[in-house]
């Protein structure tokens, strides 16, 4: 027996058991459980809602972009026509940015040069500025030269007409801003912030032109606001032979606005030409879509029943051949299906008017059996063992033509449900009662679980009689003389039934057989009991008839188990079984406790010999329960052989609720162990 907690550890405080220590060891083991499961980080109780609140208001829109083909071609033309006109846009503008900076800079050029040399001519031939303190002394040079700069950069600004700008600057790279040879600029330029430093320095240590890309800015900064501009500089010498350096700064004002110019009329051509494309796109798609959608609509109400509907054809295209070709489909498929109905429907007519007819020579013939059966103590042995059999094989011919005229009745839609508030425990014991003679000739002991709280469902008590019946008697066939166990159990809005034998089995691929009519496991063996090959497939009509399933699992050699899940109340759909399809002592649900347990055993040892838990008392981790068919239903597995019998569609009274009740083969059925646990 398992306890809770450790014995204290000597030396520790009374009354405080040992337990899991809450250091790396119990993180380890807690990644290492929640890694097991599939999801280390789960985003815990606070991220998962706040992840589905946006989400939701997406869900509509994603939906849309699935569902709409002609919405998702219009979409990537949208897209693509973007990208294409865009780069487009990129080349353009650079080829014409890349030509306009090319003219302009050949024109400053030009300009700037024969400034230059008209500037370095007026140096060689200077004409002298006299002033009223003219004195022959250094300073009446040094003011000589200053008014020949000054009136030299006027003169060579006049001719801009605003084109350019002159500036005169001393040799050097120090700023002065006050002096005889102070900057000089014209159209109220600043001189030492338009030049740009390093254009300087190069016109400074060369005597060729330079040149660089700056921004002209200007003195009174309120009024006119900075300006991009090119910077032509070169190194001269003024009248008296010193150096100093002359630069023409060329405004782009121009340029801008053509290229501004430009872009606004490529960004509205290429808005309009990404409109123009869209549009195209939505029409052409739209020619081919609506007859898809067309062809969509007439094949859904084609698989509705509705045979009859055609497709619209206009003209002699793709479209148009499709559109012929797909009603041509319908009209042959409509031949086809008419042509299975009738012969559907004259079979089951012949079945039944057979059944029916023979009926009368049958009760002829089982009146004269019965005469020669209670004579034949008088006859000799050979004749007496005769009407034995003929009494005997009349037995199951009476039997065979029941079935028949109850599968005659599933056919045609006729069967009615009876149902009424029924305790099964009842209709099981009643079951066992009827087969405990054969049982006792086959040795077998019939065993039941989950008795002992009643398990209520509102069914047809006839009809469940009828399938647990067939259900225990192929078990203690097939069950090879061993216990066949029949367990209850009801749990949420679900009963279940299931029978357990551990005789031949059931070998892969026969579960999803064993439900058809005249199928035999082993057609060699013999029918003990005079089966006619009809009681599982009209259990599986009753199953259906009632909104339930009838399920089936089985291994070679390991028995099989039938499982029979109804509805609590008739109008209520399933959603799982509280009985597992495979039962737990199946040899897979055995290998899978075994291996979940080394598992377990292993984890203990390794966090047993982890340094982080040397010296640490850890509670023994109790074994795994087994989960057979608790986490993953068998059915949902591929070759499992299991079938899941739903209910169909126009079976008599139970029609209505039929479209509520159906399942799919593989639908889950599972629930939790704590709302079976009484009933094993």
Same mark, same amino acid.
């Given at each position: ?184 600029? &014209? ?6 912030? &338009? ?20 921004? %002209? ?62 549009? %195209? ?37 793709? %479209? ?19 042509q299975l109905e009738d012969l559907s429907r004259m079979q089951r007519r012949f079945v039944s008017d057979v059944s029916h007819e023979l009926r009368t020579p049958l009760t002829t013939v089982r009146m004269a059996a019965d005469v020669i059966h209670e004579a034949r103590a008088d006859f000799d042995p050979v004749t007496a063992r005769s009407a034995e059999l003929l009494a005997g094989q009349l037995d ?15 056919? &045609? ?18 079951? %066992? ?166 598992q377990s055993a292993a984890e203990r040892v390794a966090m047993a010999h982890s340094p982080s838990g040397a010296g640490v008392t850890h509670p023994p981790i109790p074994p795994r329960v087994p989960t057979a068919g608790v986490p993953v239903d068998p059915t949902a597995l591929p070759g499992s052989g299991a079938r899941v019998v739903s209910r169909g569609a126009g079976e008599g009274a139970g029609e ?25």
């Amino acid at each position: 027996m398992r306890s809770g907690g450790t014995a204290p550890k000597p030396g520790g405080k009374p009354g405080v058991r040992g337990g899991r220590s809450a250091g790396p060891v119990g993180v380890s083991a807690w990644y290492a459980r929640a890694r097991r499961a599939g999801r280390p980080f789960s985003g815990g109780p606070l991220l998962r809602p706040l992840a589905r609140w946006v989400r939701r208001p997406l869900l509509p829109a994603v939906r849309l972009w699935r569902r709409n083909l002609q919405l998702r071609v219009v979409a990537a033309t949208l897209v693509m026509s973007l990208g294409v006109v865009m780069l487009l846009g990129f080349v353009v503008i650079g080829q014409v940015r890349n030509g306009l900076l090319d003219t302009k800079e050949e024109a400053a050029q030009s300009q700037a040069a024969g400034g230059f040399a008209e500037a370095q001519e007026k140096a060689n031939s200077p004409r002298i500025v006299e002033t009223p303190d003219a004195v022959s002394t250094d300073g009446k040079a040094g003011r000589n030269t200053s008014a020949w700069l000054s009136e030299l950069v006027e003169q060579l600004a006049s001719g801009g007409q605003n084109a350019f700008a002159v500036v005169a600057l001393d040799a050097g790279t120090e700023d002065k801003a006050s002096g005889v040879r102070g900057p000089r600029a &014209s159209g109220e330029v600043d001189p030492i912030a &338009s030049v740009p430093m390093d254009l300087r320095r190069a016109v400074d240590a060369g005597t060729r032109p330079y040149q660089r890309f700056s921004t %002209i800015k200007y003195s009174d900064s309120a009024d006119r606001k900075p300006e991009s501009g090119l910077v032509v500089g070169k190194r001269l010498n003024d009248v008296n032979g010193e150096p100093y350096h002359l630069y023409y700064l060329f405004p782009l004002t121009q340029e801008e606005e053509s290229l501004s110019l430009v872009r606004g009329t490529l960004a509205t051509a290429g808005l309009f030409v990404i409109v123009l494309l869209g549009a %195209i796109a939505w029409l052409v798609v739209r020619q081919v879509v609506t007859p898809v959608r067309m062809a969509a609509g007439v094949a859904e109400r084609l698989s509705a029943g509705r045979l009859q509907e055609r497709m619209k054809v206009t003209g002699e295209d793709d %479209i148009a051949r499709l559109g012929e070709a797909f009603n041509k489909m319908a009209q042959n498929l409509q031949g086809k299906i008419q042509q299975l109905e009738d012969l559907s429907r004259m079979q089951r007519r012949f079945v039944s008017d057979v059944s029916h007819e023979l009926r009368t020579p049958l009760t002829t013939v089982r009146m004269a059996a019965d005469v020669i059966h209670e004579a034949r103590a008088d006859f000799d042995p050979v004749t007496a063992r005769s009407a034995e059999l003929l009494a005997g094989q009349l037995d199951r011919f009476e039997s065979l033509l029941a079935d028949l005229l109850e599968i005659s009745r599933f056919d &045609s839609g006729a069967a009615a449900l009876e149902a009424e508030p029924i305790d099964l425990r009842d209709v099981v014991r009643r079951v %066992i009662d009827g087969a405990e003679l054969l049982a006792e000739r086959k040795g077998t002991r019939i065993r039941v679980l989950g008795d002992a709280q009643p398990v209520v469902a509102e069914a047809d008590a006839r009809r469940v009689e009828r399938v647990l019946r067939n259900l225990v008697v192929n078990a203690v066939e097939h069950g090879e003389g061993r216990d066949v166990v029949v367990r209850l159990a009801s749990a949420g809005g679900a009963v279940a039934v299931a029978v357990r034998d551990y005789g031949v089995g059931l070998k892969p691929g026969e579960a999803t057989r064993v439900f058809n009519r005249f199928w035999r496991a082993d057609p060699a063996r013999a029918r003990t009991t005079g089966g006619t090959g009809l009681g599982l497939s009209i259990a599986v009509e009753d199953a259906r008839l009632h909104g339930g399933w009838l399920q089936a699992w089985g291994e070679p050699g390991g028995g099989s188990q039938f499982r029979l899940t109804l509805p609590r109340t008739a109008d209520e759909p399933l959603r799982g079984s509280p009985i597992p399809l495979e039962p737990e002592d199946s040899r897979a649900a055995r290998s899978r406790a075994a291996a979940e347990e080394a598992q377990s055993a292993a984890e203990r040892v390794a966090m047993a010999h982890s340094p982080s838990g040397a010296g640490v008392t850890h509670p023994p981790i109790p074994p795994r329960v087994p989960t057979a068919g608790v986490p993953v239903d068998p059915t949902a597995l591929p070759g499992s052989g299991a079938r899941v019998v739903s209910r169909g569609a126009g079976e008599g009274a139970g029609e209505d609720r039929s479209a509520q009740m159906r399942e799919a083969p593989t639908q889950r059925a599972t629930t939790d162990r704590e709302d079976i646990a009484g009933g094993r």
